[in-house]
């Protein structure tokens, strides 16, 4: 028909649509700025020189964390049958498509918490950066908790919610909700790991964020040509879990006496019980809907969750 559309218009109004609503930000952005200081565009060859100094480092280290997030889909479809390559990459990068995105709310909140961070270290405020350190730790592994426990308790209503029932037939033994049911446990070790890159770039010392990611992307190449053959995409999400879980051990070790490790552990344990004791209750809630809508199901249930977890969180906070 005369009023079709192709999808690669609709593809290229997607990103125009992106890029407005950026220029419109960046608008609104200068226009309030300008109210407390006047802003200048000029040259400055030695404060470019300072800026590139200061953020080669942790670019690099970024590039490397996106090779370890991106080189388990590479090799699903050099290593696995040509025949099942593309549905086997369509299941996997479901659920790890929804992690990325959710990923990067752990560093929008970073990018407020920097500056505080920089200057209470930089004034080598002790007690107080590990003060701030810890209410970094205990808001980020708890929202981690929070959205990892849900993804992994309602991956069942949530893929075929987001895609289509076509993702829950398995091939090789499994589909996108076995991967998301691993997958979603990421976020409670990348938030961490990212608190502790953020403080490493807040002392000075982010070209360590190289050599630990160049490590780890490392060990993820290698975890992942060695499980693919045997245990094709779930062994892929099994290695980018454990991938986290190594990389946030590093990471805590290299800023150890910036952090409570007790007060740390303390708060970790209680909040992962009570994610847990709220994602049972709302997953045994769920079953006794009758409703076949998929969006009143995960509507329910998540709404049973986040007031019992959130409840929880404030009794934590107020007990400890």
């Given amino acids: 028909p005369k009023n079709s559309v192709s999808p690669e218009f609709g593809l290229i109004m997607v990103f125009l649509a992106g890029l407005a609503g950026n220029l419109v930000m960046t608008g609104l952005i200068f226009w309030h700025a300008k109210k407390f200081h006047k802003i200048r565009f000029y040259w400055d060859s030695e404060y470019i020189k300072k800026i590139l100094k200061m953020s080669i480092p942790y670019g690099i280290a970024l590039f490397l964390g996106v090779i370890f997030f991106k080189v388990d889909t590479l090799f699903l479809s050099l290593m696995e049958d040509v025949s099942v390559s593309d549905a086997i990459i369509g299941i996997y990068s479901i659920p790890m498509k929804i992690v990325e995105v959710g990923m990067m709310y752990g560093t929008i909140f970073l990018n407020s918490f920097l500056p505080v961070l920089t200057a209470s270290i930089s004034e080598n405020r002790v007690t107080d950066t590990k003060n701030l350190s810890l209410k970094g730790f205990e808001l980020l592994f708890g929202f981690g908790v929070g959205i990892s426990v849900f993804l992994a308790f309602f991956a069942e209503k949530i893929i075929p919610f987001i895609s289509s029932e076509s993702f829950l037939v398995p091939i090789n033994g499994a589909n996108s ?121 995960l509507a329910i249930s998540g709404s049973i969750f986040g007031i019992v977890y959130l409840g929880l969180w404030w009794l934590i906070r107020k007990i400890s």
């Avoid at 019980?273 to 049972?280: D, I």
């Avoid at 079953?287 to 009143?296: H, R």
């Fill in 177 to 297: 909700v076995d991967v998301m049911q691993i997958v979603a446990w990421i976020f409670l070790f990348y938030f961490i790991s990212s608190l502790a890159n953020y403080i490493l770039i807040a002392k000075n010392e982010q070209k360590k964020i190289i050599y630990v990611n160049l490590f780890i992307a490392l060990a993820n190449i290698i975890g992942n040509l060695v499980v693919i053959p045997f245990y094709s995409f779930i062994g892929s999400a099994v290695v980018t879990l454990a991938s986290q879980i190594l990389l946030v051990m590093i990471s805590l070790f290299l800023v150890r006496d910036t952090l409570h490790f007790k007060k740390m552990l303390a708060k970790s344990v209680l909040l992962l019980v009570a994610g847990l004791f709220s994602g049972c209750l709302a997953f045994m809630a769920m079953n006794f809907v009758a409703t076949k809508s998929l969006f009143f199901s």
